[in-house]
């Protein structure tokens, strides 16, 4: 065990996996500094952590843990009711009646629709061989036009994916991505913004719940309303509504977060490589293996969510006291050469089966199945219509977000 460090100092924000790195080789548990500046405990390993995820000791409920520890985000009751804040018997409950909407089979019924909405967005960028913003200028040769990939096609796609399956209208999707942006990495010069989000949120959820309510459709919210309201037909459980609307919440925050930080750190991952790239591009196939790489290499997580040990646990050579906060770094796993050797080097012909981007055991990623679809057609759709997509400027000066947990690009600026 290391002693205290404060990780923001060391230099997670700006070079993770260096920190995570060193952490990593030095000992199997750190106490460390959270990221509320409270008290944590932080493990690193393959083993450790995988073990971590899965151990029923490890509660996700902040109801046992001690006071003055990390707990996460500060949500009101409505929406703090979520899976992430559960165990079983609620979480199965819970999980039981969402988890038929998230199968890999209902998933794929998406993929038309995804592919659709991706072609709508690089239409929008002038993509085979439309007018872009050089041609506009009589330019003869070089690239067609430029762009922040992010903010015109990674956080737009998934947003438009979930809102769609959701029932969200259309009027409030740039609404949600901004609140949602605020509570992934708070700015501290603005202490009131997320307490502004989070508002904005509760009266965002409680409308449209009513309004879902007095006009259903064929959507998942109005699904889950009809549970909350009448049961299911295999008779489980109701949700409360506060569990509703919580998971209505989670179900929108999550299926927006992870899938636009993946979709920007895979395309980085691929012209940071053009090796890699040439390979994709020659052999398109190699697609659904390839995300497994783009998770493993650079995840839409540092951490998984806090966990509190409902009695004195033991992890690595280290005794965790009950109740005191445990964070379990994805990232430095994945980055583990105990169980990925020359785990730094990103290759797609790597078996990155096993990674823990999406986490393990019962609370691995309900969302999974639609993360890796959207990533995958997205570069697809990237691949086959942008043949010469390059980054625009020194690599150096991309912005990331300041988040300890998060692990995602404020923007990637692009020629093509």
């Known amino acids: 065990m290391s002693t205290d460090q404060d990780l923001v100092t060391d230099g997670l924000l700006t070079h993770p996996y260096a920190v995570y790195d060193r952490l990593r080789d030095t000992a199997p548990v750190h106490r460390i500094t959270g990221p509320d500046g409270s008290p944590a ?69 998406l993929r038309v629709p995804i592919r659709q909405t991706a072609d709508r967005l690089l239409d929008a960028l002038g993509a085979d061989g439309a007018l872009g913003a050089d041609d506009a200028l009589g330019a003869d040769d070089g690239p067609h036009g430029s762009t922040d990939l992010i903010t015109a096609y990674a956080a737009p796609l998934p947003v438009t994916v979930i809102c769609d399956l959701l029932g969200v209208p259309h009027q409030h999707r740039r609404d949600f991505r901004t609140w949602t942006d605020v509570l992934v990495a708070p700015d501290p010069a603005r202490p009131q913004a997320a307490k502004e989000a989070v508002v904005a949120m509760l009266g965002f959820f409680t409308q449209l719940l009513a309004d879902k309510r007095k006009e259903p459709a064929d959507d998942l919210l109005s699904d889950l309303i009809a549970v909350r309201d009448e049961g299911d037909s295999a008779g489980n459980g109701r949700l409360t509504e506060d569990e509703l609307m919580s998971l209505a919440f989670l179900i929108l ?138 980054l625009d400027g020194d690599p150096g000066d991309l912005r990331w977000r300041p988040s300890l947990r998060a692990r995602g690009l404020l923007t990637l600026p692009v020629t093509y």
């Open 253 to 390: 925050f999550a299926g927006y977060e992870n899938t636009v930080q993946l979709i920007g750190t895979a395309v980085l991952a691929l012209l940071q490589h053009p090796d890699q790239l040439a390979a994709l591009r020659a052999d398109p196939t190699l697609l659904p293996t390839a995300v497994e790489e783009f998770m493993r290499y650079d995840g839409p997580a540092l951490l998984a969510i806090r966990r509190f040990p409902l009695q004195d646990v033991t992890i690595g050579d280290v005794t965790v006291p009950a109740g005191e906060t445990v964070l379990l770094s994805l990232a430095a796993a994945n980055r583990d050469p105990r169980r990925f050797p020359d785990a730094d080097r990103f290759d797609l012909g790597r078996d990155a089966t096993g990674h823990l981007a999406l986490g393990h055991g019962i609370h691995y990623c309900l969302g999974a199945p639609l993360a890796r679809l959207e990533t995958e057609i997205a570069l697809a759709a990237l691949l086959e219509r942008l043949p010469d997509l390059k």
């Open 41 to 109: 405990w932080l493990v690193t390993r393959y083993d450790d952590v995988r073990k971590g995820l899965a151990d029923p000791l490890l509660s996700l409920d902040k109801r046992h843990a001690l006071p003055g520890g990390y707990k996460g985000f500060t949500l009101p009751p409505a929406l703090d009711a979520n899976l992430l804040n559960m165990d079983p018997p609620d979480h199965t409950r819970i999980r039981r009646l969402v988890g038929r909407a998230f199968t890999t089979r209902r998933v794929e019924q």
